[in-house]
């Protein structure tokens, strides 16, 4: 089969296609022909030498997927061949054919096509385990997203409004986003290249409860003085800087939590656990379209280095997606 690697790291360019033998599949696993793959940040940071799979993981870039069930191992009991399925995986998802664990798996939403599908799993199993498992967002709390028009942003702006009724607040790079996340439901968008999102969240909001942070560094100091008392701040990326001073007098003071996660090292059988929250409580609104998925473009698997381009130039809304020849 074919597959993307990076075995040098660096720009798109950095990125060959090889050919690899078509997984085997274990008695826990299902073998997905994918149709759809999903283009998401880690994948960049992957490809720059910055976010190396764990230990057993293939090499292969992709974290989620759309497709047909292929093969099924001989303890699958959920799935069958021929079933249309999206899944989140730790690796290996762009290429022909992928190997998941079972409870990796959900449905393709009704209604949705194969590369609205593939769009999913990443940006929804992060934004449900850090807004709703680790944030622990309450019913009408408000939530402030760095990156409102991110993949993973319009998902928990969307999940926030429906599920929650929270007041919501977000930061944008550009005039076009800010406009697109009210779209979505964010109440306050500010602009942070123009506006000082630091002052203007607070005042906007009265105080933040759950903050879902991508970029720490030197933001962070800032985002935990604008928590309410018993506010969380949870961290899912590292691209403003790994090391901060901070007022740990505050954080305790305030009952203040700092946290944060990554989804590629868990088990199956935690992930398995996500994935059930939200074929309960977001995919039957997917299908209804109270919660949409927004694909930006779509391209070519061929054309995967002009694909990684568009998140290295962040002109990225939503999700962009590569497609298979044949899907």
């Given at each position: 089969m074919k597959a993307v690697v990076a075995p040098t790291p660096g720009g798109p360019e950095a990125l060959e296609f090889v050919d690899r033998p078509i997984p085997q599949i274990e008695a826990d696993e299902v073998l997905?022909?994918?149709?759809?793959?999903?283009?998401?940040?880690?994948?960049?940071?992957?490809?720059?030498g910055l976010y190396p799979p764990p230990p057993g993981v293939t090499d292969i870039l992709g974290l989620d997927l759309a497709g047909t069930i292929a093969a099924v191992g001989a303890s699958v009991t959920r799935?069958?061949?021929?079933?249309?399925?999206?899944?989140?995986?730790?690796?290996?998802?762009?290429?022909e054919y992928c190997a998941v664990p079972e409870?990796?798996?959900?449905?393709?939403?009704?209604?949705?096509?194969?590369?609205?599908?593939?769009?999913?799993?990443?940006?929804?199993?992060?934004?449900?385990?850090?807004?709703?498992?680790?944030?622990g967002l309450c019913e009408g709390e408000v939530l402030f997203v760095q990156g409102g028009t991110s993949g993973v942003g319009l998902a928990a702006i969307q999940m926030a409004k429906v599920l929650r009724n929270a007041v919501v607040a977000a930061t944008v790079g550009?005039?076009?986003?800010?406009?697109?996340?009210?779209?979505?439901?964010?109440?306050?968008?500010?602009?942070?290249?123009?506006?000082?999102w630091r002052t203007l969240v607070g005042a906007a909001t009265g105080g933040v409860d759950v903050i879902l942070d991508s970029q720490a560094g030197d933001y962070l100091a800032d985002e935990l003085a604008m928590l309410n008392v018993d506010g969380r701040l949870v961290l899912i990326a590292t691209h403003r800087g790994k090391h901060v001073d901070v007022n740990?007098?505050?954080?305790?003071?305030?009952?203040?939590?700092?946290?944060?996660?990554?989804?590629?090292?868990?088990?199956a059988e935690q992930k398995g656990a996500v994935a059930q929250s939200l074929e309960r409580h977001v995919w039957p609104r997917l299908a209804s379209r109270e919660i949409k998925t927004f694909v930006q473009s779509?391209?070519?698997?061929?054309?995967?280095?002009?694909?990684?381009?568009?998140?290295?130039?962040?002109?990225?809304?939503?999700?962009?997606?590569?497609?298979?020849?044949?899907?």
């Open positions: 997905i022909r994918v149709q759809a793959v999903g283009v998401n940040r880690p994948d960049i940071r992957q490809r720059q799935w069958s061949v021929g079933d249309v399925v999206c899944a989140l995986v730790a690796g290996g998802s762009y290429a409870p990796q798996c959900l449905p393709a939403p009704d209604g949705l096509s194969i590369e609205e599908a593939a769009s999913l799993p990443e940006v929804f199993f992060t934004a449900w385990t850090n807004v709703f498992d680790r944030g550009d005039e076009e986003k800010r406009e697109f996340c009210r779209q979505f439901g964010a109440d306050h968008v500010f602009n942070y290249k123009t506006e000082n740990v007098h505050d954080i305790f003071r305030r009952r203040l939590t700092l946290t944060g996660s990554t989804l590629r090292p868990r088990t779509v391209f070519d698997f061929t054309d995967v280095r002009q694909a990684h381009q568009v998140l290295d130039d962040n002109r990225q809304i939503g999700k962009i997606v590569l497609k298979m020849a044949d899907a």
